[in-house]
């Protein structure tokens, strides 16, 4: 009964707010329209209405999706900190790394089921009634430790939102190993993730035995970077107390993993650059381009830069404490670690294909609108979530006794 | 007629015109096919049915009677093929007669569907070594004194497969400056393609044949990724098979028609070669630089090539240990 | 009167010809090629578009060349081989070949060569010929075994319609095999071995096979590679790949 009630008063409070509230909802609104439309577009031509072709198999879905899973994992970031080093300021607020999470996998799973060409068949890999090759296929791995991510982080969040809800206490014996369990599972969905494209031993930008650390170096930059924007904005908006120190810590962690990034980005340049094997290919045509084709180079310039940047700015104390520059920071690495794992990493390593062919992908207009619908609907449920769970964190929905003794 | 008798009479040919409507057959056939098991998983009697359905769908779709085979591997039998990069002359006939016989999507001008071919003939360059380039090495000029590092020659692409031609199109092949290397499914004996696939949809087959069941498989095209020979291709669309030259003579594993969504490649034309018959591409090439045989007869022609020519495999450094051979004379 | 009904005859059964042949007609507009259908060489392995039993034509061909992609009955149009001259030593009733005789442009060559030939055709060294251009360009120069073979090695000069072995022995311009493997020893081995070659029809080891002879696709006056860089005659290839899409060209590919 009080678990009913939770949820209603959870989701009341999540869709009733101001003006503000309303425009951004409407405005993900909008393209989740798109997306509508879109989707409707590629199910019934085909994946033809997109851009991809037999040379370039893999594109912007695949790209999204890999970026998501590495936000996704870096809640590991808000939690580890709280429970590990039970570091307060964050440990009031470790439930919103747990809502990233939560979106964060909802919205890869919309990227992967517009990357198939056939979701109709997703029964298929049910075990049972259909055929799941594991272990031998590393997406069946991908498939667990997501699916596994995504209960955990629910039931984490929500068992710490409703015991916040109902005053109850936390029972640690519950509870602890869930975010032990959460906080290793982290680590393993974008490791995972990782091996699924390095295991590809015909893709020698791929093939590197760097890419799942340097996957999750760059989620834990480019993590926290969402995170902290969601905290400013959160505290902008909401009662919501969310503390300096807990945003400063992030922003260590951001700059921290950002570094380690550029590091691992440049092992790697030099690494193939030097001998300049046929297998650095992928990245001379990411870096300078080939044979006149040209498309990606901007895209890696542009992410150098803004990293580089971004790094050198945050590496100053005072900078990490303006908030208002902080916020654009975080703002351009999101955007700079999207630019250099999405369109540099995955693109350039179908390019070119495994025979020598150089072709250039452009993403067609409907595949460009589900992208935007995805992570749209992906932020709207965000921000329910947040919406809801600031109620319950600041108390204002909490279980009221007599309420409940009035229901039949 | 009056007005009752009237109305009455449109409802009985729109009820009539409802069950003969061919989108009903298709859809009935569609749903029963979208629940069906793995092929390799069915009993006798779900194969047969499986079958059936998909006679009646493709004669339907195609104003055709198609047959659809189920010819298991044959025993004793380990399928290969060994091809003569020496002799081929690029003139792409393998790939076209491929294409038509297993009824591959063509292009199509509206864009609803792309062009499939399962062969790529690439072409080779045989070098272009000039006087002038010998001492245009680096360093140039400055530092040559403490000699040069790299030669003026280097990125001279001879024989870099990376590196050929895909789309050329001369007036006649071979050409004096060129030499051709085509390049399809290897039907490796350790195929990457298989180990990835999160549904096995893809596997390799008794005869050594890797297949793809195209009703079981689920597009996410893990094995386009994984394949070292970029042998496999995806049905964008809906396939665009001209009505009048629909090859009606298919395998369930092989060359019948596929659908939107899924993948496909060259399967040694299971629908010929396990009744006996030479593949397509093996009897188009003019010059008969294909030969295909049982690997485990030593008399057969596949394995005489192996014998006495100098053979090789083509990204040997990756393991997949290819059932296609390319070989010298 | 007599010749007047001879006419309408030939008037009605011209006209009627399409409806007693309407599956030829129907294949071929099937196969839409508007060139000459051919096997290996165009112009020297030609064939037609006819219906098989089955209904199926006997060939589908490429519409933008002419070349014959598949065989629908791969023995149609065939003889038994001469085993014994392809070196067999059983003689399995799998070999089949294509006559050459319907292909060749002047055969039977007894149609004008009816006479034995004068002195001076005897001659066995190169020297210049007035006929025959079309075959052989320059005789001077015979593009066959550096000017120590001549047509006569080969011709018989006895009886046009044959060729003749270095022993003698009258070959058959269907089955010339023998006579080129009386020097190229090495082919011949791999031609029986099925590893030089081209075969159509069943793969295994005893399988039904048409094998191709020497000629069809080799031109024995024009064997020395020239300017072709391979044994082959020059052929037409078939369209390329259409571009990838997003690819408005493919100029990269040679930069």
Same mark, same amino acid.
């Given at each position: 009964m009080k678990k009913i009630m939770f949820a209603r008063d959870f989701l009341m409070y999540s869709v009733k707010g101001g003006v503000k509230f309303y425009v951004w909802l409407l405005f993900l609104g909008f393209f989740i329209m798109l997306w509508g439309f879109g989707n409707f577009q590629q199910l019934t031509k085909g994946m033809i209405v997109t851009g991809l072709n037999d040379q370039t198999t893999w594109g912007l879905y695949v790209a999204n999706f890999v970026f998501l899973v590495g936000v996704a994992a870096s809640a590991v970031t808000v939690v580890f900190p709280s429970y590990i080093y039970n570091y307060k300021p964050l440990k009031d607020v470790a439930v919103i790394g747990e809502l990233v999470a939560i979106a964060a996998i909802i919205m890869s799973t919309l990227f992967i089921t517009n990357h198939i060409g056939r979701p109709d068949r997703a029964w298929h890999f049910?075990? #049972?009634?259909?055929?799941?090759?594991?272990?031998?296929?590393?997406?069946?791995w991908d498939m667990i430790v997501l699916n596994v991510y995504l209960v955990l982080n629910f039931i984490c969040a929500f068992y710490f939102l409703y015991k916040k809800y109902s005053r109850?206490?936390?029972?640690?014996?519950?509870?602890?190993?869930?975010?032990?369990?959460?906080?290793?599972?982290?680590?393993?969905? !974008?490791?995972?993730?990782?091996? /699924?494209?390095?295991?590809?031993?015909?893709?020698?930008?791929?093939? !590197?035995?760097?890419?799942?650390?340097?996957?999750?170096?760059?989620?834990?930059?480019?993590?926290?970077?969402? =995170?902290?924007?969601?905290?400013?904005?959160?505290?902008?908006?909401?009662?919501? =107390?969310?503390?300096?120190?807990?945003?400063?810590?992030?922003?260590?962690? /951001?700059?921290?993993?950002? #570094?380690?990034?550029?590091?691992?980005?440049?092992?790697?340049?030099?690494?193939?650059?030097? @001998?300049?094997? &046929?297998?650095?290919?992928?990245?001379?045509?990411? /870096?300078?381009?080939?044979?006149?084709?040209?498309?990606?180079? @901007?895209?890696?310039?542009?992410?150098v830069i803004i990293n580089v940047t971004a790094f050198i700015v945050l590496l100053i104390p005072a900078a990490r404490k303006n908030y208002a520059l902080l916020f654009y920071l975080s703002?351009?690495?999101?955007?700079?670690?999207?630019?250099?794992?999405?369109?540099?990493?995955?693109?350039?390593? /179908?390019?070119?294909? @495994?025979?020598? &062919?150089?072709?250039?992908?452009? @993403?067609?207009?409907? &595949?460009?609108?589900?992208?935007?619908?995805?992570?749209?609907?992906?932020?709207?449920?965000?921000?329910?979530?947040?919406?809801?769970?600031?109620g319950v964190l600041t108390g204002e929905i909490k279980h009221d006794a007599l309420n409940v003794s009035n229901q039949p | 007629m009056d007005r009752r008798e009237f109305m009455k009479s449109i409802g009985i040919t729109g009820a009539a015109a409802l069950l003969s409507n061919p989108d009903e057959l298709e859809a009935k056939t569609t749903w029963a096919e979208h629940f069906q098991k793995a092929f390799r998983l069915m009993t006798d009697d779900e194969k047969d049915q499986a079958i059936k359905r998909l006679e009646e769908r493709y004669s339907e779709e195609h104003g055709r009677e198609v047959k659809v085979g189920k010819e298991p591997a044959m025993d004793g039998v380990l399928f290969g093929q060994a091809l003569n990069i020496q002799k081929c002359i690029g003139c792409r006939r393998c790939v076209h007669s491929c294409v038509k016989e297993n009824n591959q999507s063509?292009?199509?001008?509206?864009?609803?569907?792309?062009? $499939?071919?399962?062969?790529?003939?690439?072409?080779?360059?045989?070098?272009?070594?000039?006087?002038?380039?010998?001492?245009h090495g680096h360093p140039f000029k400055k530092g040559e004194e403490y000699g040069i590092s790299e030669g003026g020659h280097a990125h001279n692409n001879v024989g870099v497969v990376l590196e050929g031609e895909h789309y050329y199109e001369p007036k006649k092949v071979p050409e004096k400056d060129s030499f051709y290397f085509p390049i399809q499914c290897h039907q490796c004996e350790n195929p990457p393609c298989v180990k990835v696939c999160p549904v096995k949809a893809t596997y390799r087959e008794a005869?050594?044949?890797?297949? $793809?069941?195209?009703?079981?498989?689920?597009?996410?095209?893990?094995?386009?990724?994984?394949?070292?020979?970029?042998?496999?291709?995806?049905?964008?669309?809906?396939?665009?098979?001209?009505?009048?030259?629909?090859?009606?003579?298919?395998?369930?594993?092989?060359?019948?028609?596929?659908?939107k969504g899924v993948v496909e490649k060259c399967h040694f034309c299971l629908q010929r070669t396990r009744k006996g018959r030479y593949p397509a591409c093996v009897e188009a090439c003019p010059v008969g630089a294909r030969k295909f045989g049982n690997l485990l007869d030593p008399e057969s022609e596949v394995r005489k090539v192996l014998e006495r020519k100098r053979v090789f495999r083509l990204k040997a450094d990756l393991n997949t240990f290819p059932k296609f051979f390319y070989y010298m004379d | 009167m007599n010749c007047m009904k001879k006419i309408f005859i030939i008037i009605v059964l011209t006209a009627l010809s399409p409806a007693v042949i309407p599956s030829s007609a129907v294949l071929a507009d099937e196969n839409k090629s508007t060139k000459e259908c051919y096997e290996s060489i165009e112009g020297r392995t030609n064939r037609d578009i006819e219906p098989l039993k089955s209904g199926e034509p006997n060939i589908k061909c490429s519409t933008a060349t002419g070349a014959v992609l598949l065989w629908g009955d791969p023995f149609d149009g065939t003889i038994p081989g001469d085993t014994a001259s392809f070196g067999l030593e059983a003689a399995p009733e799998s070999v089949f070949v294509r006559p050459r005789e319907k292909n060749l442009k002047y055969f039977p060559c007894t149609m004008c060569h009816e006479e034995e030939p004068g002195q001076d055709l005897q001659i066995m060294e190169p020297h210049p010929i007035?006929?025959?251009?079309? +075959?052989?360009?320059?005789?001077? %120069?015979?593009?066959?075994?550096?000017?120590? +073979?001549?047509?006569?090695?080969?011709?018989?000069?006895?009886?046009? %319609?044959?060729? +003749?072995?270095?022993?003698?022995?009258? +070959?058959?311009?269907?089955?010339?095999?023998?006579?080129?493997?009386?020097?190229?020893?090495?082919i011949l081995r791999d031609f029986r071995d099925g590893i030089h070659g081209k075969r159509i029809g069943m793969w295994s080891r005893d399988g039904k096979k048409r094998w191709w002879v020497c000629t069809e696709c080799h031109n024995p006056h024009d064997v020395e590679q020239g300017d072709r860089n391979s044994g082959f005659a020059e052929l037409s290839p078939e369209p390329a790949p259409h571009l990838p899409k997003g690819m408005t060209n493919a100029e990269h590919e040679r930069k």
């Open positions: 049910s075990p #049972g009634i259909g055929i799941f090759n594991w272990p031998d296929a590393i997406l069946t109850g206490k936390i029972n640690k014996w519950f509870y602890m190993p869930l975010i032990y369990i959460s906080i290793f599972w982290a680590v393993s969905i !974008h490791t995972v993730t990782a091996f /699924m494209l390095n295991t590809m031993a015909t893709r020698p930008m791929w093939f !590197h035995s760097i890419v799942p650390i340097k996957f999750i170096a760059s989620a834990f930059a480019a993590g926290p970077a969402f =995170i902290i924007l969601a905290f400013i904005i959160i505290r902008k908006n909401t009662k919501l =107390i969310i503390s300096d120190a807990a945003i400063n810590k992030m922003s260590e962690i /951001m700059t921290y993993a950002l #570094g380690i990034t550029l590091f691992l980005s440049f092992s790697e340049i030099v690494t193939e650059l030097y @001998p300049g094997t &046929e297998h650095s290919y992928s990245l001379k045509y990411l /870096m300078f381009g080939m044979h006149g084709l040209t498309q990606l180079v @901007p895209w890696f310039w542009a992410s703002a351009l690495i999101f955007a700079g670690i999207w630019i250099e794992k999405g369109i540099g990493f995955i693109l350039s390593g /179908m390019v070119p294909t @495994p025979i020598g &062919e150089f072709v250039e992908y452009t @993403p067609s207009i409907i &595949e460009i609108f589900n992208c935007l619908g995805n992570w749209a609907i992906g932020l709207f449920i965000f921000t329910l979530l947040v919406k809801g769970a600031a | 063509r292009h199509d001008p509206q864009g609803n569907a792309t062009e $499939i071919e399962w062969i790529r003939v690439v072409k080779m360059e045989k070098g272009n070594f000039s006087a002038e380039d010998r001492d005869d050594g044949v890797v297949v $793809i069941d195209y009703n079981w498989c689920i597009g996410c095209r893990m094995c386009m990724g994984a394949c070292p020979y970029w042998a496999r291709r995806f049905n964008w669309g809906e396939p665009n098979i001209p009505k009048d030259d629909l090859n009606t003579d298919t395998h369930y594993l092989g060359n019948r028609p596929r659908m | 007035t006929m025959h251009e079309d +075959i052989v360009k320059n005789p001077m %120069d015979l593009q066959h075994g550096k000017g120590s +073979i001549w047509c006569f090695d080969c011709h018989n000069v006895k009886n046009r %319609d044959k060729l +003749i072995d270095r022993k003698g022995k009258e +070959i058959s311009f269907n089955q010339p095999v023998k006579l080129c493997g009386g020097c190229h020893a090495g």
